[in-house]
């Protein structure tokens, strides 16, 4: 006979048998205050590389971060087998907070981010002058992508042997953009110092349209470090993709993190065919011209800076700002515009 309130002890209540064993569920998570810290290096099919101190450890997403993606350049922790042993699997379970997030969609109506990289510090450009042709839409949209996301632009043009830098180096030097310049015959004597200089001290992720020799200069960059290149098509003009996959490479084989002010990370990601901007608001690229932001204070609510009531007209009218600069703050919103292939 069942009994009921004050008189019933624990044999009266009713236990529900767990199919899944014994052990009660609960939501409540380990903190893993002692777990290590680690760098992405590399992601391959649910797999993730990472830097932990010294060694290379390979790992796998614990279950309690959900959706929560892991991406190259991303600070994790990690618990288990840290030994980087053969055969062995870590677990990442929590992804620190990031510096930087640099995202594209697949074209501008793709409502969908994709993340490239995380943590990075400056984009380097890179852009063949020849065989392909550049594509000024491209650079421009990724310096879009890069303003939006706080990371310092970085031209490189590369095959200077094929082709001359000043025509395009022409459009781009009112938005005070450093830049690079190397050729195929240079690269293949070494002479890949005068970028690794501008590389040194900082995390730097590499874009490029396939065929530019984007991978050819990474290869340069990291002796040792090989990576697949492709040629590119004599009809299409356009390159085959060789880099599958996203990995963060040191420079001068010092494995560090932070990189040191001798040292450096060049992070080569897959070559592009678009760069679409759906994720960019508008109303942050301003924040890439400093000679040309105070100027907005006399904007209407919601200004597009391209309109006749934009009160930059006014502002670069005055002197206080170079004509050529509003011209290319005008070019570079006018490409979140633009639908059409790049």
């Given amino acids: 006979m069942r009994r009921y309130g004050k008189h019933t002890d624990e044999d009266d209540i009713k236990v529900r048998p767990n199919r899944r064993g014994s052990r009660p569920r609960t939501h409540t998570r380990p903190k893993h205050e002692d777990a290590a810290e680690g760098f992405v290096l590399t992601v391959d099919r649910g797999r993730i590389t990472c830097l932990v101190e010294d060694r290379t450890v390979v790992a796998m997403k614990a279950r309690e971060l959900g959706r929560k993606s892991v991406v190259v350049g991303d600070r994790v922790a990690v618990v288990g087998d840290l030994s980087g042993a053969k055969d062995t699997l870590a677990r990442i379970v929590r992804v620190e907070e990031r510096s930087s997030v640099l995202r594209r969609t697949a074209d501008d109506?793709?409502?969908?981010?994709?993340?490239?990289?995380?943590?990075?510090?400056?984009?380097?450009?890179?852009?063949?002058?020849?065989?392909?042709?550049?594509?000024?839409?491209?650079?421009?949209?990724?310096?879009?992508?890069?303003?939006?996301?706080?990371?310092?632009?970085?031209?490189?043009?590369?095959?200077?042997?094929?082709?001359?830098?000043?025509?395009?180096?022409?459009?781009?030097?009112?938005?005070?953009?450093?830049?690079?310049?190397t050729s195929r015959d240079a690269l293949a004597d070494g002479g890949a110092d005068r970028v690794r200089e501008l590389l040194l001290g900082r995390i730097t992720a590499f874009v490029g349209h396939s065929g530019v020799g984007k991978t050819t200069l990474v290869n340069a960059l990291v002796p040792g470090r090989q990576r697949a290149t492709g040629q590119v098509n004599a009809v299409t003009g356009r390159?085959?993709?060789?880099?599958?996959?996203?990995?963060?490479?040191?420079?001068?084989?010092?494995?560090?993190?932070?990189?040191?002010?001798?040292?450096?990370?060049?992070?080569?990601?897959?070559?592009?065919?678009?760069?679409?901007?759906?994720?960019?608001?508008?109303?942050?690229?301003?924040h890439a011209f400093p000679d040309l932001e105070p100027g907005t204070a006399d904007c209407p609510r919601a200004c597009s800076h391209d309109e006749p009531d934009c009160a930059l007209d006014a502002w670069v009218a005055e002197g206080h700002a170079d004509p050529a600069r509003l011209h290319s703050l005008r070019r570079l919103l006018a490409t979140r515009e633009r639908h059409e292939g790049d």
Avoid at 151 to 166: G, Q, S, W
Avoid at 249 to 269: A, C
């Fill in 239 to 286: 390159g085959r993709h060789t880099t599958t996959s996203a990995l963060a490479l040191p420079l001068r084989g010092e494995m560090s993190f932070p990189p040191s002010e001798d040292g450096g990370w060049v992070i080569d990601t897959p070559g592009v065919r678009s760069f679409g901007l759906h994720h960019v608001d508008p109303s942050r690229v301003i």
């Fill in 109 to 181: 109506n793709d409502p969908y981010e994709r993340v490239v990289v995380a943590n990075a510090d400056q984009l380097a450009i890179v852009t063949a002058l020849a065989d392909p042709e550049p594509r000024p839409r491209l650079i421009d949209r990724c310096l879009v992508a890069a303003y939006d996301a706080g990371l310092e632009p970085l031209l490189v043009l590369t095959k200077a042997d094929l082709a001359p830098a000043d025509p395009l180096l022409e459009t781009y030097a009112p938005l005070g953009v450093r830049h690079v310049v």
